[in-house]
């Protein structure tokens, strides 16, 4: 016996098995470790689908001149990947936090199936959500998904976390760390006074407690598929249903949801002494063909009110015009006097509009006399030769319902 083993086993209780020093040397591989490297760091840029084997490297340096195996090449590659994992920390959420973000499920409204937009907005310290659905995402549901949710919580949460959706984020700058915000976003957060943050741009694990929620709103709320009659139905019973998941006690936590709800409820800001206006205005005028374009769709008006200037306004249901206070529309009832009505949205040709398509057919209308609410004649517009329900009118204003 070697005094070098006597002496291990003198140090050692139990044999200390083969310990290696120093790195072994990589004779044919050492010239091409840089190349590897440079592989590896491009691939950061490609689809992860489209990115190296090992495998596919070692053929790559075959053809460079490389006279190694295919074993140490598979080594490299598996160390060196290894250096670039990211390494995460659990984080801490104080009360009075938020964290907010849309999904889509299926619904069958009026017996047709359909995919919406459901708003989440979730309290990372007691994991209370509040969640409403809508058509789409865009600004106005956006907006009014903040508004129901500040009055469901009962107070608006010092700080907020998005992603970087284009409804917030016109553009980001600074190599990502900076943020142009757009307008409807500005408007919302100075009447609300909450602190924003961005997640960086394809980390969402940055706002894991909401993505969480989204996930289990889907597989909770939306299964088995709710069968309702509109929007209305639908968001009174996901309303109750995060009231009812109050109730629940999270494995590590040390009350129900509704006991550290408090606890948030205790750091919000006071809501604001008049509500938000979740209303899109747009001043515009009516073209030649009797139509007033609104967030890229055509809608109809009377035909007096072409070449005039129009407001629209829309919300999340619906988007109403109205004349200028400086004109004024002669009516049948008296001078001095505006109309109303109430049509139909008219789209003259196929129209894409972000999420979704809208279509109608444009047919040539004829007037006829109908008694308004306030007792004066109007107009009531029909279509000829189209099957489209009558429309009476009855004001000031116009008012276009979305359609499904």
Same mark, same amino acid.
């Given at each position: 016996?070697?005094?070098?083993?006597?002496?291990?086993?003198?140090?050692?209780?139990?044999?200390?098995?083969?310990?290696?020093?120093?790195?072994?040397?990589?004779?044919?591989?050492?010239?091409?470790?840089?190349?590897?490297?440079?592989?590896?760091?491009?691939?950061?840029?490609?689809?992860?689908?489209?990115?190296?084997?090992?495998?596919?490297?070692?053929?790559?340096?075959?053809?460079?001149?490389?006279?190694?195996?295919?074993?140490?090449?598979?080594?490299?590659?598996?160390?060196?990947?290894?250096?670039?994992?990211?390494?995460?920390?659990?984080?801490?959420?104080?009360?009075?936090?938020?964290?907010?973000?849309? +999904? #889509? $499920?299926?619904? =069958?409204?009026?017996?047709?199936?359909?995919?919406? *937009?459901? @708003?989440?907005?979730?309290?990372?310290?007691?994991?209370?959500?509040?969640?409403?659905?809508?058509?789409?995402?865009?600004?106005?549901?956006?907006?009014?998904?903040?508004?129901?949710?500040?009055?469901?919580?009962?107070?608006?949460?010092?700080?907020?976390?998005?992603?970087?959706?284009?409804?917030?984020?016109?553009?980001?700058?600074?190599?990502?760390?900076?943020?142009?915000?757009?307008?409807?976003?500005?408007?919302?957060?100075?009447?609300?006074?909450?602190?924003?943050?961005?997640?960086?741009?394809?980390?969402?694990?940055?706002?894991?407690?909401?993505?969480?929620?989204?996930?289990?709103?889907?597989?909770?709320?939306?299964?088995?598929?709710?069968?309702?009659?509109?929007?209305?139905?639908?968001?009174?019973?996901?309303?109750?249903?995060?009231?009812?998941?109050?109730?629940?006690?999270?494995? +590590? #936590? $040390?009350?129900? =949801?509704?006991?550290?709800?408090?606890?948030?409820? *205790?750091? @919000?800001?006071?809501?604001?002494?008049?509500?938000?206006?979740?209303?899109?205005?747009?001043?515009?005028?009516?073209?030649?063909?009797?139509?007033?374009?609104?967030?890229?769709?055509?809608?109809?008006?009377?035909?007096?009110?072409?070449?005039?200037?129009?407001?629209?306004?829309?919300?999340?249901?619906?988007?109403?015009?109205?004349?200028?206070?400086?004109?004024?529309?002669?009516?049948?009832?008296?001078?001095?006097?505006?109309?109303?009505?109430?049509?139909?949205?008219?789209?003259?040709?196929?129209?894409?509009?972000?999420?979704?398509?809208?279509?109608?057919?444009?047919?040539?209308?004829?007037?006829?006399?109908?008694?308004?609410?306030?007792?004066?004649?109007?107009?009531?517009?029909?279509?000829?030769?189209?099957?489209?329900?009558?429309?009476?009118?009855?004001?000031?204003?116009?008012?276009?319902?979305?359609?499904?």
């Amino acid at each position: 016996m070697h005094w070098e083993t006597l002496q291990k086993i003198l140090t050692h209780s139990e044999p200390p098995g083969y310990r290696q020093h120093r790195p072994r040397g990589r004779k044919k591989l050492g010239a091409y470790l840089a190349r590897i490297e440079q592989i590896l760091k491009e691939d950061q840029a490609m689809p992860r689908k489209q990115r190296h084997t090992a495998k596919r490297i070692w053929e790559r340096l075959q053809t460079e001149g490389f006279s190694g195996g295919y074993t140490i090449v598979k080594d490299v590659v598996r160390e060196l990947t290894q250096r670039r994992q990211e390494v995460f920390v659990p984080l801490i959420h104080r009360p009075g936090e938020a964290q907010v973000d849309f +999904g #889509q $499920a299926v619904v =069958k409204m009026n017996g047709v199936l359909r995919k919406v *937009s459901f @708003f989440v907005m979730a309290l990372p310290y007691s994991d209370g959500s509040f969640v409403m659905a809508f058509e789409r995402e865009c600004t106005e549901t956006f907006w009014e998904g903040h508004v129901q949710g500040f009055e469901f919580f009962g107070g608006v949460p010092k700080r907020i976390s998005y992603d970087n959706t284009k409804i917030a984020v016109a553009k980001i700058i600074g190599g990502g760390k900076g943020r142009r915000l757009t307008r409807g976003f500005c408007q919302l957060q100075s009447h609300y006074l909450f602190a924003h943050h961005f997640c960086r741009p394809a980390r969402g694990n940055e706002k894991g407690v909401v993505e969480g929620q989204v996930k289990f709103t889907r597989l909770n709320f939306f299964v088995p598929v709710p069968q309702v009659r509109d929007f209305a139905e639908l968001n009174a019973r996901l309303r109750q249903q995060c009231v009812e998941d109050r109730e629940r006690r999270l494995r +590590g #936590q $040390a009350g129900t =949801k509704a006991e550290l709800l408090k606890g948030d409820q *205790s750091a @919000f800001l006071p809501l604001p002494a008049t509500a938000f206006a979740a209303c899109r205005q747009v001043s515009t005028t009516a073209s030649s063909l009797s139509l007033v374009r609104f967030d890229a769709n055509d809608y109809s008006v009377p035909v007096r009110w072409a070449h005039h200037p129009v407001v629209a306004k829309g919300d999340w249901q619906q988007v109403r015009g109205s004349m200028r206070k400086d004109r004024r529309w002669p009516s049948t009832g008296g001078s001095g006097r505006r109309s109303k009505c109430v049509l139909s949205p008219c789209i003259i040709w196929r129209c894409w509009n972000a999420n979704r398509e809208h279509w109608i057919m444009r047919g040539r209308w004829r007037a006829g006399p109908c008694r308004s609410a306030s007792g004066f004649c109007a107009d009531a517009w029909k279509p000829s030769g189209r099957v489209m329900a009558p429309v009476s009118t009855f004001g000031c204003c116009v008012s276009w319902r979305s359609i499904p």
